[in-house]
């Protein structure tokens, strides 16, 4: 393929994935609307995900060597899935092929998205990160202002509303589906938006929005309630602000974070019973674990079950499970999720340990490059991407311990797409150190080869001019006429 069309095809991922993420935020709050054909059940998120999958898969085919990294394992993990579920269904009875796919094309759409993000950003080209940051922060910002209407309206009361339950009212949903889901997208909307105006340059209107999205993010992680969030929301401000922060503005961060503190110490004294009651259980079980540990007694299997809402529970159960299972299975797995929680606990149930064991390590890959990348990059143009992928790829892996982003496909391709454009600068940084070498050892060969030519020619010279190996002069015969 010519240069030209490449680049024709790179600019077709640019105003897909621009196109994508201004939309995707609110096609999700439309989770609920589907209707059934040819016995599925279709809504626009499955609709979405599939054109995702098949449009960035042409893209990727016609655009050669893309080569990004750890592309191929991601690949080998999708295969992966494929035999895992070739298992389950060849052994079990229950499985649902609606289901089946919902997973593979969640799976498949985050690979394409990253090969596309990767082929895009090879092309070099500030403007096109930025763009695609900027539609990420006004997509998903508008997502958040409707849900903060919703709320104000009194949409989204609880994932259990109505039951008879004092958590009903402490935590609200808004359009999504659940609390949680609530409190992560306003996350990265917040992780976002705080990068977009950090590290763009908007004029006053984008500017206004971003600070107003920014705001309702805040809120919103509030209303969310998730224990998770907060912990996360901590290491991305401390990490990205504080330990990655360029040092004259550390300070700064350092204060706008202690008046972040003192403005939420002063929100839980004020909403204390609120903020007990939804954590009662973590409360309780932590009390009980400090009194065992005080008196000497062993740590109570049932307090450690207790915590994170009986997550603890949950994942005992669900491991127990999956290690009564046979070899094949326990190797490959039958591609059954668990009632875990987690996305580890069901990669292990779903693709076996070969599966989990290939993941993790696609994962801790990715941790391992970005932090190079950051550590290397000397705070040049790309420093704040490197740092940002780093940030999101360390949350993602700890998010996947008591939640499941592989699911979540919004959140996951931001992810991804941030890695694509990282990954791509590492690629052309090694590739310009290996030009510069290459024209080094050219300049090298240039001065000896003059050096050797210089060198062979110097016998004759220094008998011309009268080197120490010369013939002494003769002298001149006396005029005489003849």
């Not at 922060?137 to 958040?144: D, F, M, P, S, T």
């Not at 006053?204 to 993010?217: D, G, H, P, T």
């Not at 706008?256 to 007990?276: G, H, P």
């Not at 110097?458 to 015969?477: D, F, I, M, Q, V």
Request: net charge positive; glycine share 6%.
């Amino acid at each position: 393929m010519n240069a030209a069309l490449q680049f024709a095809k790179q600019k077709n991922i640019k105003s897909f994935l621009v196109l994508l993420f201004l939309t995707k935020p609110t096609i999700d709050l439309f989770w609920n609307y589907t209707v059934e054909f040819a016995g599925f059940n279709v809504g626009p998120l499955h609709i979405t995900g599939i054109f995702v999958f098949f449009y960035l898969s042409y893209l990727l085919i016609v655009i050669p060597n893309n080569n990004a990294p750890c592309f191929k394992l991601l690949i080998i993990f999708v295969a992966l899935n494929f035999i895992s579920a070739v298992f389950g269904f060849t052994m079990h009875d229950e499985f649902e092929i609606q289901g089946i796919l919902n997973l593979f094309f969640r799976v498949m759409d985050s690979v394409v998205i990253y090969g596309a993000a990767f082929a895009l950003a090879l092309r070099n080209e500030e403007k096109d990160w930025t763009q695609i940051v900027t539609s990420i922060a006004i997509g998903v910002g508008i997502a958040l202002i409707l849900n903060h209407i919703a709320i104000a309206a009194g949409y989204g009361g609880g994932m259990k509303v109505g039951a008879a339950s004092m958590h009903s009212s402490l935590r609200e949903r808004g359009l999504y589906y659940d609390p949680g889901a609530l409190a992560i997208v306003a996350l990265y909307g917040f992780i976002f938006i705080s990068y977009t105006i950090k590290s763009i340059k908007l004029g006053l209107f984008k500017l206004s929005f971003c600070v107003i999205s920014l705001l309702s993010s805040v809120y919103l992680m509030v209303s969310g309630l998730s224990r998770s969030v907060f912990i996360l929301l901590a290491f991305y401000i401390v990490s990205f602000f504080v330990v990655f922060g360029k040092t004259k503005e550390k300070a700064f961060y350092i204060l706008a974070i202690a008046a972040v503190i003192v403005v939420a110490a002063t929100y839980s004294l004020v909403n204390y019973e609120r903020l007990t009651a939804r954590f009662d259980g973590d409360i309780g079980a932590v009390e009980n674990i400090t009194e065992d540990v005080s008196t000497g007694k062993g740590v109570s299997t049932k307090d450690l079950a207790a915590l994170g809402s009986n997550r603890g529970r949950n994942w005992i159960i669900s491991l127990e499970w999956i290690f009564q299972r046979g070899p094949i299975e326990l190797m490959f797995g039958n591609f059954k999720s668990t009632p875990a929680h987690s996305d580890y606990i069901d990669i292990l149930s779903r693709n076996g340990i070969l599966g989990l064991t290939l993941y993790i390590f696609i994962l801790f890959s990715f941790l391992t490059t970005t932090f190079k990348a950051l550590s290397t990059s000397n705070k040049d143009d790309y420093y704040y991407l490197h740092v940002l992928s780093f940030v999101l790829i360390a949350i993602y892996i700890l998010y996947s311990i008591p939640f499941r982003p592989l699911n979540y496909t919004t959140t996951a391709w931001y992810m991804w797409t941030a890695l694509g454009f990282s990954m791509a600068q590492v690629r052309l940084a090694r590739r310009k150190r290996r030009l510069k070498v290459r024209q080094s050892m050219t300049q090298f060969n240039d001065v000896s080869s003059n050096t050797i030519q210089s060198g062979s020619t110097e016998p004759n010279s220094a008998r011309k001019n009268g080197g120490p190996h010369a013939k002494p002069p003769t002298s001149p015969r006396p005029f005489s006429p003849r």
